[in-house]
Protein backbone atom coordinates (compact mmCIF):
# COMPACT_ATOMS: atom_id res chain seq x y z
CA UNK A 1 0.00 0.00 0.00
CA UNK A 2 1.14 3.29 -0.61
CA UNK A 3 2.23 5.72 2.57
CA UNK A 4 -0.73 7.31 3.98
CA UNK A 5 1.97 10.82 3.86
CA UNK A 6 2.30 10.08 0.09
CA UNK A 7 -1.60 9.67 -0.16
CA UNK A 8 -2.28 13.30 1.89
CA UNK A 9 0.30 14.82 0.04
CA UNK A 10 -2.31 13.94 -3.40
CA UNK A 11 -4.96 15.47 -0.81
CA UNK A 12 -2.66 19.02 -0.06
CA UNK A 13 -5.02 21.75 -1.88
CA UNK A 14 -8.21 20.34 -0.73
CA UNK A 15 -7.09 19.50 2.99
CA UNK A 16 -5.85 24.04 2.32
CA UNK A 17 -9.56 24.59 1.12
CA UNK A 18 -10.97 23.28 4.36
CA UNK A 19 -11.64 25.40 7.77
CA UNK A 20 -8.81 25.41 10.30
CA UNK A 21 -11.02 23.31 12.60
CA UNK A 22 -11.69 20.85 9.82
CA UNK A 23 -8.31 20.82 8.66
CA UNK A 24 -7.82 19.06 12.39
CA UNK A 25 -11.11 16.70 11.86
CA UNK A 26 -9.13 15.50 8.26
CA UNK A 27 -5.51 15.29 9.85
CA UNK A 28 -6.76 12.91 12.60
CA UNK A 29 -8.69 10.60 10.22
CA UNK A 30 -5.44 10.02 8.35
CA UNK A 31 -3.77 9.79 11.59
CA UNK A 32 -6.17 6.77 11.90
CA UNK A 33 -5.64 5.41 8.45
CA UNK A 34 -1.86 5.02 10.02
CA UNK A 35 -3.09 3.03 12.69
CA UNK A 36 -3.77 0.26 10.42
CA UNK A 37 -0.88 0.26 7.71
CA UNK A 38 -0.65 -3.63 8.28
CA UNK A 39 -3.67 -4.92 7.36
CA UNK A 40 -3.82 -2.87 4.26
CA UNK A 41 -0.61 -4.20 2.77
CA UNK A 42 -2.05 -7.52 2.64
CA UNK A 43 -4.76 -6.17 0.29
CA UNK A 44 -4.33 -5.15 -3.48
CA UNK A 45 -6.98 -2.82 -4.31
CA UNK A 46 -8.34 -0.78 -7.35
CA UNK A 47 -7.72 2.44 -5.66
CA UNK A 48 -5.25 2.96 -3.37
CA UNK A 49 -7.27 5.31 -1.33
CA UNK A 50 -9.43 2.23 -0.09
CA UNK A 51 -7.60 0.96 2.49
CA UNK A 52 -6.71 4.30 4.05
CA UNK A 53 -11.01 5.24 4.40
CA UNK A 54 -11.52 1.68 5.89
CA UNK A 55 -8.47 2.21 7.92
CA UNK A 56 -10.54 5.59 9.02
CA UNK A 57 -13.64 4.25 9.13
CA UNK A 58 -12.60 1.51 11.57
CA UNK A 59 -11.37 3.79 14.04
CA UNK A 60 -14.03 6.01 13.92
CA UNK A 61 -16.65 3.08 14.58
CA UNK A 62 -14.41 1.73 17.22
CA UNK A 63 -15.01 5.52 18.53
CA UNK A 64 -18.67 5.30 18.67
CA UNK A 65 -19.13 2.11 20.01
CA UNK A 66 -17.10 3.32 22.76
CA UNK A 67 -19.08 6.50 22.93
CA UNK A 68 -22.58 4.52 23.31
CA UNK A 69 -21.03 2.25 25.82
CA UNK A 70 -20.35 5.06 27.95
CA UNK A 71 -23.96 6.69 27.36
CA UNK A 72 -25.69 3.58 28.48
CA UNK A 73 -23.19 3.31 31.45
CA UNK A 74 -24.14 6.89 32.40
CA UNK A 75 -28.29 5.92 31.65
CA UNK A 76 -27.90 3.15 33.80
CA UNK A 77 -26.84 5.31 36.01
CA UNK A 78 -28.87 7.72 36.13
CA UNK A 79 -31.80 4.58 36.17
CA UNK A 80 -30.48 3.25 39.24
CA UNK A 81 -30.71 6.56 40.94
CA UNK A 82 -34.30 6.74 40.07
Known amino acids: ?????????????Y????????????DR???????HTDP????K???VETPVLISMLLEQQKQIDDLE?????LEDDLNDRG
Do not use: K, N
Open 1 to 13: MMQTSQITTGWDA
Open 15 to 26: RRALRPTDQAVF
Open 29 to 35: LFEYAQL
Open 40 to 43: STVH
Open 45 to 47: PLF
Open 69 to 73: DRLDH
